[in-house]
């Protein structure tokens, strides 16, 4: 099944699925509001799939390539299986093009949008290239979206998108 099908076949299942370029960018026009599956049969070039966020569905972007120590994402696992090891195992995770994690989970009435939760100063290096700051942790919430597995690059190593689960507020806060 090439990629042009699953889109069609979730946004069938409703899930809000977008079809992407090679630049990860949208290639339809009203994402925001739902992909239209006629818009999506008549593209003929897909080169990826991405899942709107918002309306309960919200992901973690771990951007690890922005991690000097290295130890980010293993801290991270730690502090929340501390935390509960159930909400970790309820987790719906995938790997990134970029060695990165996207975590999946749903939680009721979200309203927030693409918060950026951790960063870090730009290295001597970066600062000659004109950047200021990293981003390593943010979510993607309303108006938010994520490239998903099948993409290139991408793999669901816990969960599918499919069955992502709902946490609560004080879990996912």
């Known amino acids: 099944m090439d990629l042009k099908e699953i889109?069609?076949?979730?946004?069938?299942?409703?899930?809000?699925l977008i079809p992407t370029n090679t630049k990860k960018q949208p290639i339809v026009r009203s994402w925001k509001d739902g992909v239209d599956v006629n818009e999506v049969k008549i593209l003929t070039q897909v080169h990826g799939i991405a899942i709107?966020?918002?309306?309960?569905?919200?992901c973690i972007d771990f951007d690890l390539k922005y991690d000097i120590k290295g130890d980010l994402y293993e801290s991270y696992i730690e502090e929340?299986?501390?935390?509960?090891q159930e909400l970790y195992d309820s987790m719906v995770i995938q790997t990134t093009?970029?060695?990165?994690?996207?975590w999946f989970y749903k939680c009721k009435d979200l309203e927030e949008g693409n918060t950026k939760l951790a960063r870090r100063e730009a290295t001597k290096e970066e600062k000659s290239k004109g950047e200021r700051v990293k981003v390593l942790?943010?979510?993607r919430g309303v108006g938010g979206y994520v490239l998903i597995s099948p993409s290139k690059g991408y793999a669901f190593t816990q969960g599918r998108i499919s069955t992502v689960s709902y946490i609560s507020r004080l879990d996912r806060d």
Request: avoid cysteine.
């Open 7 to 16: 889109i069609i076949k979730g946004l069938n299942q409703g899930l809000k």
């Open 52 to 58: 709107a966020t918002g309306n309960d569905l919200e």
């Open 80 to 84: 929340v299986k501390s935390y509960s």
């Open 97 to 102: 093009i970029n060695g990165g994690y996207h």
């Open 137 to 139: 942790l943010e979510t």
